[in-house]
């Protein structure tokens, strides 16, 4: 079962709640698997994401093109361009190591970094 945009925006909403300290990892990912249907895992997953973003650090695991380009859209309209350009430094380096150690093909990921540059 793949997750749908609105899982996506409501997992980027919910994770910018627990960065911000308006709600507790644990309240955020119930949220996320009770009310969201996503499973316990994937909301951990995304709530970290979002903070790896906020915070220019590089992160580990993969999402999808479309469910990035949201989390950079939600990113840019809440945090203007200084949080976007943390959040792009994160996604360069986790393509950089993906690509190095990984020898995956980050083509998509790296047209949401061109795309997003524009507005910084």
């Known amino acids: ?13 919910i994770a910018s709640q627990v960065y ?4 507790t990892l644990t309240d955020g990912v119930s949220i996320l698997s009770n009310e969201n249907g996503l499973n316990m895992g994937s909301a951990r997953c995304f709530i970290y994401l979002f903070k790896c973003l906020m915070e ?3 992160f580990h695991f993969g999402t999808t093109e479309p469910a990035m380009r949201l989390v950079m859209e939600q990113i840019f309209n809440q945090h203007g ?3 976007l350009i943390q959040a792009l ?8 190591h993906s690509e190095t150690n990984y020898a995956k093909n980050m083509k998509k990921m790296r047209q949401v970094v061109d795309d997003f540059e524009l507005l910084t």
Not at 1 to 13: D, G, K, V
Not at 20 to 23: F, H, I, R, T
């Open 1 to 13: 079962m793949s997750i749908t945009n609105l899982q996506i925006t409501t997992a980027w909403t």
């Open 20 to 23: 911000s300290g308006e709600l």
């Open 56 to 58: 220019g650090k590089m």
């Open 81 to 83: 361009k200084q949080g």
């Open 89 to 96: 430094t994160a996604l360069r380096s986790h393509i950089e």
